[in-house]
Structure formats: structure tokens, C-alpha cells
């Protein structure tokens, strides 16, 4: 599956972002898809996850109740709502994709396949 990441930005502290993940492959369903994010100097970041079906979300503790995953198998997308931005939450996010979707996966190591990245830069 190849992942394409967009709607990164320059956004006000306190504002909102919604990025999108296109996917193609007639499998997209069977996918956990993920964000992470990260700054240059920094390890990659959990922000997000969601299994095959959208029954099931997790979240890194620090976006908790300001992000919201969700997906569209219809569309093959997967998107982030970034709410209440922040100055902390400016980074390069990544949308990735693994198999054997059934639980929101926060390991990096276990998705195997990523998009390219989408800047977000939030100024206080």
C-alpha cells in the first residue's frame, strides 16, 4: 500500500488542522493505520492510531481530547483532526499503515508501510 499525507500548515496556537492520509490498494479495510510525528533532534512520536474498522482508537496522552483519528474505507483516507493546537504539536506527522489491523497499534516498529510526511507549525 503507498500512503499519501496532506494538509500540514502554518497555524495559530489554538487553531485547527485537519490532515488526510490517501491510500492505495484494494485492501485499505484490513489496515490499523497510525500518526506519528517528529521534530528534527527527536525520536519519532506516537500521536494516534485506529484499527481496520474505526471501532477503536488510541492516543498519545499529550493529544488526548484535542486530536481525533478517523477513517473513511470507502475512500481509503484516514484523517487527524488537530484541535487546540499548540506550539509543541509543530513537526513533520506521518501517516503509516500494518497489517492485522484489529487493535490501534502504538509502536512504530510494527507499521510497515509510511507516507511521506506533511509539515505542521503551530506559532504561538
Known amino acids: 500500500v503507498q500512503l499519501q499525507a496532506s494538509g500540514g500548515g502554518l497555524v495559530q496556537a489554538g487553531g485547527s488542522l485537519r490532515l488526510s492520509c490517501a491510500a492505495s490498494?484494494?485492501?485499505?479495510?484490513?489496515?490499523?493505520m497510525g500518526w506519528f510525528r517528529r521534530v528534527p533532534g527527536k525520536e519519532r512520536e506516537f500521536v494516534a492510531a485506529?484499527?481496520?474498522?474505526?471501532?477503536?482508537?488510541n492516543y498519545a496522552d499529550s493529544v488526548k481530547s484535542r486530536f481525533f483519528i478517523s477513517r473513511d474505507n470507502a475512500g481509503n483516507t484516514v484523517y487527524l483532526q488537530m484541535n487546540s493546537l499548540k506550539p509543541e504539536d509543530t513537526a513533520v506527522y506521518y501517516c503509516?499503515?500494518?497489517?492485522?489491523?484489529?487493535?490501534?497499534?502504538?509502536?512504530?516498529?510494527?507499521?510497515?508501510?509510511w507516507g511521506q510526511g506533511t509539515q505542521v507549525t503551530v506559532s504561538s
Open positions: 490498494g484494494r485492501t485499505f479495510s484490513s489496515y490499523g
Open positions: 485506529i484499527n481496520w474498522n474505526g471501532g477503536t482508537t
Open positions: 503509516a499503515a500494518r497489517r492485522g489491523g484489529a487493535v490501534p497499534e502504538q509502536n512504530a516498529y510494527e507499521y510497515r508501510y
